[in-house]
Every structure is written in C-alpha cells, then in structure tokens.
C-alpha cells in the first residue's frame, strides 16, 4: 500500500520542530542532512504581507523519478508502505538522483564529490514498529498526518501541489496538502493613511526630526536581491544557499 | 541502525521559556546519555493531527500531547556538549583576567571553604552589606543571608513586573500571585471567544503552554470563524498563521490605543456597567475618566489623538472597539508583556485593564486575561522550609540595576550624585538610611532553582559594558550554573550545578499559557562529574558560615542520606498538590504512578475552563484592595506623603513587592506619556531607528545559543531591517552592518524583510557576547545596546531603545 504525508500550509508557523525531531530520530549531524526541511518565503510589502512556510519531506512518490535516475539501482521503492530508500551499499555518489528529484529531497551533508546520497525514510524504523514518522507527531500546531495515502485523500482532499511548488504529475508524490488561509478584512484599515501616518514621528516628536520614511515607492519597490528569502528555492545551488533557504531569523 | 535505548523513560523540560515545564519528553537512554527523543504520547497515541480525534471539552480539558518544542527536541543534544559543560568546581587560574574564561579544578571542599571565608572576611571588613547578587532575586540564597545576618539581594524581575506591580494596585494580588489572579485559559478562549485580538503576541515564535500549543488554540479558533486581529509592528508567524488581519502599530504606543478605545467606550457608552457597579471602584473610575474625555487637561484622548501617536488610523480604533464593545462579546483581548516591557509600561498595562475593565471583561468567561497569560491555581507545590532566618535581607536595588547600584556609589561617595538621585537611579527598595552603608564587595550569582537557564547579566540584561564595569569593580565573584557563559567566565570560582532537567529529581509546574500540570522529571541520567543539587550547596555554605543546616533545609540530616531526605522533601511536596485536589473530590495519582510517567493535568479535573477570577471576585468574595473593587486609580500612589518610604504596604500590611523608595513617574491611574527612548524621542535624530529584542524561538537567553543543532541549521541571528530602511542605507540581505548608539556597537548580518515596519529593527535577545579590544561585540547581543531608563519606575527599560544602522563596506 502507499502511505504518504498530509501538510496544512494554513497551520505551519515555521518553527522547524518537525526538522530538529527528524534530526535527533536519525541521529543526523548538523548542517545540510535535513530529511525534511522547512522553507519560509515572503511575498508582498507593508499592508498587502504574506509569509509562506513549507515543510518538505521526500514524497515517495508513487513514480520515484530519482529511482529511475539512478544507474546503480540504489533506489527502491518499498512494498509494505511505499518507502522510496536508498540503499547505501549501492550508491555512488553520482547525484543524478538529485538532480531528478523536482522537490530537493535528497540531501548531502557536504560538498565531496562520491558522497553518498541520504533522505528521508518515512521513518520506516518506526513504522515497522506501528508509530507514525517523527515529524508528523512533533508538531505542536497539529499541521502534519501520516496515513495510507488513499485515506487522506478522502479526509482532507486531494491538493496534490502548493503554489510555487513544481508540478507533481510526472513523479506523482504520496502526499495531500491544504493552502494557507485567506486573509479577512475585519476593520477597516486605510494602508495610505496608516502609511502617512507612520511617517510622522509624530505630536511628541521635536520639530526637525526625521521622517521614518521617505516616500511610499521605498517601502513598495524591491530591487533585486535586496530581500533574501522572497521565493520557494526547492533545489539550492550549493551547500550555503540551501542552508540559507532553510533557515529563519527567528 | 540506531542503538536500542537500554531505557525509555518520561520527563518534563524545564528550561524557562514562556512555557517551561510543560512538554513532555519520552528519553531514550543509553550507556547514562540520552541517545534520542520522542515526544509525548500519553494522550492519543500514534495520532498527528489530534484536533481530528478531540472534541471541543477535550480541548478545554487539555487532554493533549504535550509536545516539546524545537528546542526541547535536541535539549539532550546539548546536555551531552561536554565542552560547555561544567562538571567539577573551578577557580579562575591566577594570573589571568576575568573573561579569559581560564579556570582550573579544585575539590568541593576548597571551593565551599573559599566562599565562606570570602564572605565572613568581606562581612568582617566591610559591614553586613558587601555580599550582594545580582539579576534576578534569588530567593534561595536570600535565606541562607537571612540565617547569616548579612548580605544583599533586589527586587523585580524581567517577565512582567509591570502586571505584578498593577495586579496589586488595582486588584489587591501581591507580587506573584498576580499568576493566580489570571483567568481565561486557552481552552475557554476557543469555545467561548467571538473574537481575539492580540497587541505584541508572538505565540509562533514565543513558548506558552507546550511548545507553540496556544498560537494552535488560537488558529483552531480561527479556524471555527473566529476572527483574529493582530497589531504589531511586524510581520510575524502570527501574523500569518493565526490573524486574520495584521494592523501595524508603533512600538510604545498602545497605551495611546487602549486610551483612545476607552475614550469611545465612554463617549458611546459601551460601558459594562453592571459588571461596572458590581466590581469596578467609582470615584477612581471617574477620575480616569474625566482624564480620557479630556475634561482636566482640555485634550480629550480620541481616536484621532492616538492615530497620530500610534499609526493606527482613527476609524480602525472607533471600529475596533465597537467589535469589541458591542458586536462580538465576549471578546479576548490580550497585550503581551512586551507591550509592557517598555518605558511607560506600568501605564500601558494599566489602560489595557482598566478598558477590560469598564467592558466588563475581567476574567468572565471568554474574555481574556486582564493581567497575566494563563492560570495558576493557588496552591504551591513546595513543601514548606519553615520560617526564614531573623535578618531581614535588604533590597537595595531593582534586579536590572545592580550594576548601576555599584558603579553609581562613587558619584554618591564624591557627592555629584545625591542619595535621592541615586535611589531614584537604581530602583531602591529599602530603609533610605543605609545608601551610606552600602559596600558591595562580593558577588554571589546563579544557582536558583534553574542553574542552567540563562546566563542574565551580560547577555540578558542591559548594557553588557556596564555589567562588566560593575564585575570589575567586585573582589570576589562566585558563579553557581551547569554550563560556561559569557557570564560566568567572569566569576571567580564557579560551582558546577546539578542539571536541574536531565540529572535532578524535581516535582515541576507548567505554569504559563493556560494549560496547567504537575510533572516529575525523574533524573534520567546520573549526575555527570561532581554536579550537585543548588540546595546542597546552601546547605553546606549554611554549616561553614556557622549556620545549622536544619534552619536552612529542614528535611536535611547528614549526607550519607542526602538522596533520602531529598525524596522525602519532594514527597511532602507531592502531598500537598494531593490535599489541594482531595480538598476539591479529586483524586491525582499516587507517589509512584506520578514518579514513573504519571502527572496531572489540572485542567482535566475541573468541569469548565479554569479562571482565577471566578474563585475570587466573581463568585462574590471581595478582592483584596481596600475598596474590594477593582481599583483605577491608586490612592496611596496619588498620596505624596507616601513617596521615599523605604518599603510599601497596603492596607492590609501586605508588601508592594515592586514599587520602590521613589516610584519617579508612575501615575495613580493610567495616562499615556511619551517614552523615554521611544519613536518620538528627540534622540532619534542621532538613532533613528528603534530597537525591538524580542525573545528567539530557538534559544532562552543564552541558554543553546551554541547548540550545533540549532543556530546556523535552523536560524541565523540577525537584525531585522525594513526594506526602505535597508535600500536608503544601500544594505542588502546578508550584508555585514554595525548596529550603535552611545551605549555600544555590535557588528551582525541584515535581515532585510518587509516583514518589519520602517523605523523599527529587531535582534532578538540572548545570544552570545565577544567584545574584540575596540569594543564592538561581535557576539553579538542586543544587551550591548541597552541601557536603563531612568525615569521609569519599575519597567524593564530593556526594551527602549533608539540605534543607528550603517553598512560596513569590504
């Protein structure tokens, strides 16, 4: 049968509890070894804000197109729960796998060329075990499942992909996901006023103090590479930038 | 594969973030370390998303995983970095300096001589008061001065004195029992809640019950159609997760918010007034409100006076409050302590709950907490350690300020300070005729009831130089702590504390957040090297400073049967907690079931949502002020003659734990006053920009600043700065700047994010300290950066300040 995992993007905070249990599980060392990573990306500027946080594991995918990538057939994928493993006897190192994998899933610790690849198991340690993967009961909003993968479609839909993900219909990945939750304007709230008036330093303020802007195009106007994290970068060039993209400043 | 765990056993994690012990840990131990972790699984076993498997009662009743956090998740990652660790007494090697961070072994017996003679000597030389400690009170050595006649300790802490100070004013609730007097928990916000609406609150970011559990209660409530609103000046987690809408506020300010809400309340008479007649005094009630509608000072405090101080247009406060006030009640309004961690914040805390107040929305059921996040139940968990010693141990300065209290005395000594100047200063607590006698000479730090939860001084609290400054200016210093910290490698000779979560038996309370346990951390690993229990420790200073160790620790015999006297303490502990629910119909597990994995979930053994408000005034008992009513404006703040008495009572002979000698500004009732520091301070000509030092989610205070796990895997530590902020200073993301004032320099990488209003940067607190020979740290922590407030009377001044960001070019 396949399992798979359920992610609630309208729940997720960030908080990266679900990367540090998978981390201890498997005792993985620091740096690039995350088997599951949580991505967060801005969009939007002052009044119009929206901040994206995504959890990502490997999907085992019911086509495991890093499987096929591989010449060595280091990849299998598992019967009893649809665990797509490498086997690390068979490995080389050659990172075809990774480069075929459209959600960065499979990671190397450093940047050696041989290394061999690690990812995600779906915990099936524990599964064989009947407990459900580490993440999935480390997060404190309640914002990741695990289950036959046929089962979550009928409880939670079937969303197979977020906005910004890459499309999952070749690889077809064994999970369902919910969005993030729409924004409500509750009170009325005039952006161009609130902006004028947070400019101001205001009624207290000495006469010649300065402005905590200049004008409203500064606060709307991004140019290149001014902001960092302001895209989903699945596939990092390198070790840094994956490391910069799975990390917060929280 | 992984090693199979010779043990698995449960304990709590106590490491004094917002949610302290509240999660559950399941450890798996093997060869006397902990190998992995799981998290908790006693209710609802092999379930991810449990909201699918609860109802709403086992959400108000907590029956719930309590899961740790990130944090919490790797602990024993860190536990196990022996070079931080501290497992054996040490004494700095003579001839290198303090800082050095140099220290060699010496036995137990050696270090315990040292102290004592150090202490007797300085006792001897320079009067009773030349032993002093430092941020925060430490209740524990502060009885073993009581026994020994002499020595120093202060008053006030960081978390929310501003609540503790206004709790007893205003509700007759001395000191911490303003936890007591909490009400609403978060299981009651979420059933009985029309609308929540959060000033400052970080839940995704900050730990308040288990882990991020009440920012989940909050997006469950969303989730139902319960509108959330959000003001904060950034972009937070909660911003996006949890609030429906995000309105930006200017730091400082919501006391001009709170005040204008009031001002509708009254003009469009949304008053509660049968909650108002029944709990609310009425001449005080309508001192305030002749202030707010502008009747004394001809300035009425209308929406239109606030959205110029605030930024939060007039309409949306007029529309806010009709939310509140009428269309959605019971609202749950809650302003987080960093609203009151600010200049002004005693005022800004007492606007939020007298407007609770006047809308009837004290502790009633959905309505939010007028003072503190979550309830305590009022029994101690303790068992008693009879009465302390005759001395009656001074408190001569406001925790913050003890380095200030030293370095000052020279200007008093010389006579360019006078001694009210100094009192005032410093947050004196005391008989204002000893500032003369005062003579600090020894510092005695750490080792509380927590020794491995923060490392406060240089670190955590403000101006790290002037804390230096302060250390320098001491001829002995003794750190008591379980690991090496910027702090602590300027001690003198440091005692090695026992572990209070993975190596101590301990009865723990979760205590923030709403949803309340008792639980047991069994000692899961043997005590590593010569670590010893901080009671230990008294209790053998107590012998060698003449004292009996009975007086101090009465369950103490000798110490061949240390570990039996130990257990029978918290077993009488435990005892308690049993008469407290017996008294009540409940039964709670026995000794053994609660030492083996057991623990009690308060929540589950009452039949609706705890609220600290119903057990006093709203089941009709009086509160303890002298009117037996909520209390707006003070009468004995109001009475001048008051002022410069060294210590505080009221009516009924009850200490004022947090109001010094001078109170300086603090007003009888709550009025708005611009900050000192704030984003109108004239001072921002020179520092433009204001400095937020919120809480890390992956640190408390220093506490796992250096865990490999999480710093630089999980988080960067930079300065948040606004986009405009950023393109006018030509930074760009992950460039290097030099964020300054004139209290010190720190060099660190931008975070450039829209995420944070112009005008306003963060780096969050904690973090680690390394000043190069120019002074810049590069550690770098916000501490560098702060510096006291003098003018107000009990907040924490941390968290108002003005910088000044420049790139740094090559």
Known sequence: ?250 | MPPIAEKVVYTTCVCNCGGTSACVIKAHVEGGKVIRVEPDDRYNPGIGMEDRVLSQGDLIQNRLQRRPCTMGLVFHKYLHMEEERILYPLRRVPGTNRGEGKFGRISWDEALDTIARRMQEARAQFGPYSTITPFAPNNSLERLFSFWGAGVDSWGWCSFDPQRLIGHLMAGTPGWNTQEFASSSAGDMLANSKIIVLWGFDPTVQHHGPAHQFAWFIKLAREKGTPVILLDPRYTGTAETLADQWIPIKPGTDGAMFLAMAYVVFQEDWVDHDFVRKFVEPQGLEKWKSYVLGREDGVPKTPEWAERICAVPAETIRALTRLVARDCRPAWLWNHYSVNRKAQGEQTVKAFSSLQAILGYWGTPGSGPPMNLGPRRPFEIAAPWGPPGPYKVPKFYRSHHWAQAVLLLDQVRNGKLSEDQYRQRIGWRADPSLVQAFNPRILFWGGGSRPHASDHLVTATESSGEQVKAMERMEFIVSMHSRITPTAKFADLILPAMDWMWEQRTLTRSQYGGFESINFCPGVIPPQGEVKPWIWVYVKLAERLGIKPQDYFPYYTDDAHWDRDYERYLQESYQRVIKYWKARGKEVPPWEQFTQGGFINCDELEEKAHTGCWDSFLGGKPLNTRSGKIEIFSDYVADERNRGKGEHYDHLGRLIDNLPTDWTDLQPMPVYAPAVRGMDDPLTKEYPLYLLTAHSRYRVHYLFWNHPWLRKDLYQHRVWINLGDAKARRVKDGDWVRVFNDRGEVRIQAYVTSRIMPGVTLIRQGAGYEPREDGVDWGPSPSTLLGGDVKSCTTSPKATNLVQIEKVEG
């Open chain 1, 1 to 250: 049968m396949q399992y798979g995992f359920y992610f609630d993007q309208s729940r997720c905070i960030g908080c990266n509890a679900c990367v540090a249990a998978c981390k201890q599980w498997h005792l993985l060392p620091p740096g690039a070894h995350k088997w599951i990573r949580v991505y967060q990306w801005e969009k939007g500027s002052v009044g119009n804000m929206r901040l994206h946080f995504l959890a990502v594991p490997c999907y085992h995918c019911a086509n495991p197109v890093c499987a096929k990538a591989c010449p060595h057939g280091a990849i299998q994928k598992e019967e009893q729960f649809g665990a797509v493993l490498i086997d690390p006897q068979k490995c080389q190192g050659k990172k075809r796998c990774w480069a075929a994998c459209p959600y960065g899933a499979i990671t190397f610790g450093e940047e050696k060329s041989g290394e061999k690849a690690s990812k995600c198991t779906m915990c099936i340690d524990r599964l064989r075990e009947g407990k459900k993967p580490i993440c999935v009961l480390s997060c404190s909003m309640r914002a990741l499942e695990f289950g036959p993968l046929d089962e979550l479609k009928n409880t939670f839909g079937g969303l197979r992909e977020l906005p910004e993900m890459p499309s999952g219909n070749l690889s077809q990945p064994s999970a369902v996901f919910k969005p993030s939750q729409p924004k409500r304007q509750i009170l009325p709230w005039d952006m161009e006023k609130a902006l004028r008036l947070w400019k101001s330093r205001g009624p207290h303020a000495a006469q010649d103090s300065p402005d905590l802007f200049g004008s409203l195009e500064d606060l709307m106007e991004i140019p290149a590479n001014t902001i960092g994290r302001d895209r989903l970068v699945l596939k990092a060039k390198n070790k840094e930038e994956f490391m910069y993209y799975t990390t917060d400043n929280d």
